[in-house]
């Protein structure tokens, strides 16, 4: 009696991948900039290895054997050094600490993981989810918010079917889909990933418009539109630019 909804990616082929410090376990579906890495923690600083091809511009990373954070790594919280973590789970901003990602960026190849528990207990296994973007399917950037209702334009180069937004400082993570939200100007259809006991929120307060070529912030809401504040976000598209129509 109740509806669902949920959103999808498609892995490869199971392979194991020896390119880092240790050996992982990778599903890789580099067309779709979209891979999987299992692995086990030993409580060192060390590299794992994927099977995207290119730098991930996204991870998450969580463990398996623990009750922890999922920790989130955005190539826009801190492109520099990678000193800077989220959590899907908790609405805290980006935090500073250098035994998550061991102040050091993904690479084509491997990614690194510090001390710390969330991310590399020793003989706890792990699952990490990398995201690149991918010309006219993803997008994964950042935009600055204007508080205004007439809120920010952001290019996408394709019409999205999912869109995810996270303020940097404090706030939610927010979740639309163009199967839940059919059209424009009107109350948006929106769920957050951090939520656990939270219905669906169906309100203009949370006003976004799906366009031929990317979205455009309808709402001044703080969590997603806060004046200058720094908006992330993921957005996969409903067809490739070339077939996409406007609303």
């Not at 927010?174 to 009107?186: H, I, L």
Request: with cysteine.
């Amino acid at each position: 009696g109740k509806t669902f909804v949920s959103w999808n990616w498609k892995g490869g082929s199971s392979t194991s991948n020896s390119s880092g410090d240790v050996t992982s376990t990778v599903r890789a579906n580099a067309t779709a900039g979209f891979c999987i890495v299992g692995d086990t923690g030993n409580g060192n600083d060390h590299t794992i290895g994927h099977g995207l091809g290119v730098k991930p511009d996204m991870m998450i990373r969580k463990a398996r054997g623990r009750d922890d954070n999922w920790v989130v790594y955005h190539k826009d919280a801190d492109a520099t050094d990678a000193t800077e973590y989220l959590e899907l789970n908790t609405n805290n901003g980006q935090q500073n600490y250098h035994e998550i990602w061991n102040d050091t960026p993904p690479t084509s190849s491997v990614f690194t993981v510090g001390s710390d528990t969330s991310v590399n207990e020793d003989t706890t296994g792990y699952i990490t989810y990398l995201f690149s973007s991918v010309a006219g399917y993803s997008k994964i950037g950042k935009f600055d918010g204007n508080g205004n209702v007439n809120g920010p334009y952001v290019f996408l180069g394709f019409r999205p079917a999912f869109i995810m937004i996270k303020n940097t400082s404090t706030g939610h993570w927010y979740m639309w889909d163009s199967t839940r939200q059919t059209t424009n100007e009107a109350e948006a259809k929106v769920l957050w990933a951090n939520y656990v006991d939270e219905v669906e929120g169906d309100s203009t307060a949370y006003a976004i418009d799906f366009l031929s070529n990317g979205f455009k912030v309808r709402n001044a809401e703080s969590d997603t539109n806060s004046n200058n504040s720094h908006q992330l976000y993921l957005a996969y598209a409903e067809t490739p630019f070339k077939y996409a129509n406007a609303r």
